[in-house]
């Protein structure tokens, strides 16, 4: 902080007021409830979801939100995401409040302390780590200790010297915003490379032959065995089930190369994540993944391919509970050009994958670049040196 400007614990600053929740005492009305669900990572109110809530009238009279307010996540957070994020009320609304998980931070004097000032410094001790300290967990959530909180000192320059200092991290931070948003369209663009490129090569694959994919592999179903939680035996083994691991096993039901295939759950139809997957090794597969083994390396990449390729909407029955059985997933019709063909294709899906594999780290390490400059920014701006 600069050796010019004074310093205040925020306690001393500030007024704080807790959250609501539903209402149980009429009479009630009608509030839109801010919530730890709609805190960007950079501060702001996402107002995507706001919870629209039936709330008692005297306690929401206590609690409605007032422009220049800001809204602190007290309780929260998870392993890997503290608590004590912070958003700026800056609407001219009247039907807002907070929930109970959250407190509202309001400005006693604003002669004193701009609101938008502090809300730049509460997130800067946020992102800096400086809030990080202060946590209490307990299970599943962290607690925010908020006393302690409320002893942190806030530098204090003049006025003039706050709103100058918020006009120049909201101009940096617009430039960063337009950098972030290229690297995040460069880095989508990137991961979805080789999908566009299959698409590509399938949708040219008119003169191939047609075969079905049973006539391409020997499906192994039948070897499959499920095994509830309470019974598996820890191990190191992988087992497999629609989506890929979901734990490791003492025992195995197969030690080679094969191709799963998802046979049930919503991502048949949302295709979250590939529907077809190689593993190699010992493992042990449940029957929720179809079981196929194919007489080459090629032709078994070539197919996992195809079918990640394709939808799967006009095999798959049932809508809530969606399911790809056996004699479906045989049925598949397969584009099959001459291995020499099908060598090529994979060979060059390889390429590209390695290559956006490449692009996708290297636009990660921008953003992470772009981020460490935020704080940079913020840590300059509240020590003086902000020019």
């Not at 990640?308 to 809508?319: A, D, E, F, K, R």
């Not at 953003?367 to 913020?378: F, S």
Request: net charge negative.
């Amino acid at each position: 902080m600069s050796g010019s400007w004074k310093s205040a614990p925020l306690r001393d600053l500030c007024e704080f007021h807790n959250g609501l929740w539903t209402g149980k005492k009429p009479p009630f009305e009608t509030a839109h409830v801010i919530r730890n669900t709609n805190f960007t990572a950079d501060g702001r109110i996402d107002l995507s979801d706001v919870a629209v809530l039936q709330v008692e009238k005297p306690q929401f009279a206590k609690r409605r939100l007032r422009k220049g307010d800001i809204i602190i996540e007290k309780s929260g957070g998870g392993p890997k995401q503290p608590v004590g994020r912070v958003v700026l009320f800056n609407l001219d609304a009247e039907n807002f409040s907070f929930s109970n998980f959250t407190s509202v931070i309001r400005v006693k004097d604003a002669r004193i302390l701009d609101s938008i000032y502090l809300h730049r410094v509460l997130h800067w001790w946020y992102v800096s780590g400086i809030t990080e300290p202060l946590q209490r967990r307990s299970t599943g959530i962290r607690n925010l200790d908020f006393d302690a909180y409320k002893d942190l000192e806030v530098p204090l320059p003049q006025l003039d010297e706050q709103r100058r200092i918020v006009a120049a991290l909201d101009q940096a931070f617009s430039v960063l915003e337009r950098a972030c948003a290229n690297v995040d369209a460069n880095t989508k663009q990137a991961a979805e490379l080789l999908d566009v490129w299959i698409r590509e090569v399938f949708s040219g694959s008119e003169e191939w032959p047609v075969r079905q994919l049973a006539d391409l592999c020997e499906n192994l179903d039948r070897q499959r065995v499920p095994i509830t939680k309470s019974d598996r035996q820890s191990g190191d083994i992988p087992y497999y089930g629609a989506s890929g691991v979901v734990d490791y096993v003492n025992d195995f039901l197969f030690d080679e190369d094969l191709l799963l295939v998802s046979e049930d759950g919503a991502n048949l139809l949302a295709r979250t994540y590939p529907i077809a997957f190689s593993i190699t090794g010992k493992a042990w597969v449940n029957n929720h993944a179809h079981v196929l083994r194919f007489s080459d390396s090629v032709s078994q990449e070539f197919i996992r391919l195809y079918l990640n390729s394709i939808s799967l909407n006009p095999y798959v029955t049932g809508m809530a509970q969606p399911k790809l059985n056996q004699s479906a997933l045989n049925a598949i019709p397969v584009p099959t050009p001459p291995i020499q063909v099908q060598a090529m294709i994979v060979e060059q899906a390889a390429q590209i994958h390695a290559g956006c594999r490449r692009a996708v780290s290297a636009y990660e390490a921008q953003a992470a670049d772009l981020t460490a400059l935020r704080q940079t920014l913020l840590q300059a701006a509240f020590s003086g040196q902000l020019n």
